[in-house]
């Protein structure tokens, strides 16, 4: 593997370091740009250089450009900045929907999403009884394994995938229901797949149920989930199921908000 060490003395991946920086130069320039410019712009061989750019080219992230030895940025990245679009947009288009379900269900609820292996909330809107569930905060948490909000999140991606990101953010044990089993998990969030929601029954805090639905983009792909948190006193088979079924209905309302998206 051709690792490097980088300023904070991190190993780093050379090929991905230079792919990286070739886009980047491209970018810079904007238009087309020749391989001769990339080549000097990075003090880098030329053959190095056109080596990376046709493996770029093969994922669509580089195309040829109007002459031989000319290139521009390709369609892919366009597929990328969409991505990073709708996830910054999606408060603004879920408060209406997480807005109306707060007021349904008169429960917690969590919009969230996954970057770098860690779920993080976007928004929150608290319950509207005097008994409420303490809704946890703003930002970053790895307690995805034990909250319906992660275990959607998790629920799609590869099983190596949902590996690597236990093993290196751990399974803490937040109560005596909280699983801490790879495997388990694994079956769990098949069995979320097949219902289509997922479940935390106090899980990550006792006396607190809470169910999780996925939002999609216009692939299909999980981007975000949403939840909605209720304490065991309240968390009647009548009303979880008015709760399942208002979530499921407000994440595919949300799907439709995100694929009428401009940028989608």
Same mark, same amino acid.
């Given at each position: ?6 300023? *904070? ?44 750019? *046709? ?95 992660? *275990? ?113």
């Amino acid at each position: 593997m051709d690792t490097q060490t980088d300023t *904070k003395g991190e190993k780093t991946i050379q090929s991905v370091d230079r792919a990286l920086a070739i886009l980047e130069v491209m970018a810079r320039h904007r238009g087309e740009v020749t391989l001769a410019t990339i080549s000097e712009a990075l003090s880098l061989n030329a053959s190095t250089c056109h080596h990376i750019i *046709k493996t770029l080219m093969a994922r669509h992230y580089v195309r040829p450009g109007t002459a031989r030895g000319r290139y521009m940025l390709g369609s892919q990245l366009v597929v990328l900045a969409d991505a990073v679009n709708v996830k910054a947009e999606l408060p603004g288009r879920a408060k209406a929907v997480l807005d109306a379900l707060n007021q349904i269900t008169e429960e917690a609820v969590h919009l969230a999403v996954l970057e770098g292996g860690e779920m993080i909330t976007l928004v929150k809107r608290e319950a509207r009884h005097a008994l409420r569930v303490d809704s946890g905060s703003i930002g970053k948490s790895r307690a995805m394994h034990a909250t319906a909000t992660g *275990k959607i999140l998790l629920s799609e991606l590869p099983e190596t995938e949902i590996r690597r990101i236990t093993s290196e953010h751990g399974m803490q044990k937040f109560t005596g229901n909280t699983c801490t089993d790879v495997d388990a998990l694994i079956t769990e969030l098949e069995e979320t797949r097949e219902r289509g929601h997922s479940e935390d029954r106090e899980e990550f805090q006792l006396y607190v149920v809470c169910l999780g639905a996925a939002v999609r983009d216009t692939t299909g792909r999980i981007i975000a989930s949403i939840s909605v948190s209720t304490p065991i006193n309240r968390a009647t088979p009548e009303h979880l199921a008015l709760v399942r079924d208002e979530l499921m209905a407000a994440g595919r309302t949300l799907s439709l908000n995100v694929s009428d998206s401009p940028e989608a």
